[in-house]
Every structure is written in structure tokens, then in C-alpha cells.
């Protein structure tokens, strides 16, 4: 069956399949014993933040944005009825920044890794120290 879709829809769909390859790699590339603790993170990619995600981190619309933990950090109490820690990798900020290839690569992990330090309960200034701002 011949492929009827837009050729720009093709492209589009292939880079965001390129994108969460590269995502699952970065997440594979982890030491076993980081990924065995990321065990019930969900991982997402969307396109933006939403209003809600700026505001919560204080953010202005506008700036940039690549990733985002959500959840408690391992470690704390986190209530009776948690709500399932996640990282959130915004597709768009990242391509639009770092295009394609190695550079995108890199930055998808080191924003894994920036984001995986707040499940460790690392702060932003514990983070920027390590290199991973």
C-alpha cells in the first residue's frame, strides 16, 4: 500500500521516532543500578510545557524549557496517594536548540541525567555544580 500522507507529515514522523530512539538509548546508557531506581518513572516526551508545567517551575513563557521531574524524590514521604514520579523530555525546545545528530544526542542525556538527579533529590544548585545545569 503506497504512503498517501504529506511528505512533511513523513518527515515529522520519522524525526519524532528518531527522537525517542535516542531517548530510550540515553535511558539504557544509565548505570544499571540508576535505571533499577528509575524502575517505576515513567518517561515522557511531549512537544512543549504546558502553562501549568511553566508556572510551576517558575518559568515565563518563553524560556526554554528542555526537561522536567514531577513526583517525589526517593527518599521522602510522599503522602498516602502518590502520583507516579515521571520526567517529561520537551521534544521541541531540544530539536530546536540542538537539530539533530550528536549534539541532540548529548543534550537528550544530559537532561536525563539532570532531570533523574531530582528523583535522587538533588537540587538545581547540587545539579549545576555537577556539570548537568
Excluded: K
Amino acid at each position: 500500500m503506497r504512503d498517501t500522507r504529506p511528505h512533511r507529515y513523513r518527515r515529522l514522523q520519522r524525526q519524532d521516532l528518531t527522537f525517542e530512539r535516542d531517548v530510550a538509548r540515553a535511558l539504557d546508557g544509565l548505570p544499571e543500578w540508576v535505571q533499577q531506581r528509575l524502575e517505576n518513572v515513567a518517561v515522557i516526551v511531549d512537544d512543549e510545557p504546558s502553562s501549568q508545567q511553566l508556572a510551576e517551575t517558575g518559568l515565563q513563557p518563553g524560556e526554554i524549557l528542555y526537561g522536567l521531574y514531577e513526583g517525589v524524590p526517593l527518599g521522602l514521604e510522599a503522602g498516602p496517594f502518590p502520583l507516579p514520579a515521571r520526567i517529561v523530555l520537551f521534544r521541541r525546545h531540544l530539536v530546536q536548540d540542538f537539530r539533530r545528530g550528536a549534539a541532540l544526542r548529548r543534550e537528550i542525556r544530559r537532561t536525563i541525567i539532570h532531570e533523574v538527579g531530582h528523583h535522587f533529590g538533588l537540587s538545581e544548585a547540587d545539579i549545576e555544580r555537577l556539570g548537568y545545569e
